[in-house]
């Protein structure tokens, strides 16, 4: 099944196009357009999580008046991260990837921890951050605080946001910034 999905940005000009695909593995392409954090510019990513012991494999491009650049990350089955070709052993910790300008990377632990209402849990994400296109740890705690909606908490930075899904686990709205346009299954 293939999930297509568009998101507006609300507190800047920016679109999402999301294409998500679950079979064999979960698979997201996807491409931000617009103000990227104060840049205009262009993000398109592809991220592809395996089941566990899961690896990940992500790939970012971003394009701007400043460059373009590229980034790849990679964790094996023994949770080794690599950024760039180059181990990273400080993000050992991470389970995840958090790709700081879309609301699509947040869908992956909301859908493999099936918390219930009042349950929380904790991870930690390898944060991509734009523009500078960083790379750092981020402990992160998910709070079901109803059947449509989630507490998003940055630990670390103490960043609150309020995520409200549909029945298909998808992001409908990521607090006041961004909003689901459309969402069609299979291209139809």
């Not at 008046?65 to 993000?91: F, K």
């Amino acid at each position: 099944m293939i999930q297509t999905i568009v998101w507006q940005r609300l507190d800047r000009t920016a679109l999402e196009f999301l294409q998500w695909t679950n079979e064999p593995a979960v698979v997201l392409h996807g491409e931000v357009v617009g103000d990227i954090n104060g840049v205009l510019g262009r993000v398109r990513y592809r991220v592809a999580v395996e089941e566990g012991p899961f690896s990940q494999v992500a790939l970012l491009q971003f394009w701007s008046d400043a460059g373009n650049r590229q980034l790849h990350l990679s964790r094996s089955r023994q949770g080794q991260w690599l950024v760039n070709g180059i181990m990273r052993p400080d993000l050992a910790t991470a389970t995840d990837v958090d790709i700081g300008v879309t609301p699509a990377t947040n869908i992956l632990p909301l859908r493999r921890f099936r918390l219930e209402v009042g349950e929380s849990c904790d991870l930690v994400a390898v944060w991509i951050q734009f523009p500078a296109l960083s790379v750092n740890l981020a402990r992160q705690r998910y709070t079901r605080i109803a059947d449509d909606r989630y507490w998003y908490e940055s630990v670390d930075s103490g960043f609150l946001a309020e995520l409200t899904v549909g029945d298909d686990g998808m992001v409908v709205q990521y607090a006041d910034l961004w909003r689901m346009l459309t969402v069609t299954e299979n291209g139809q």
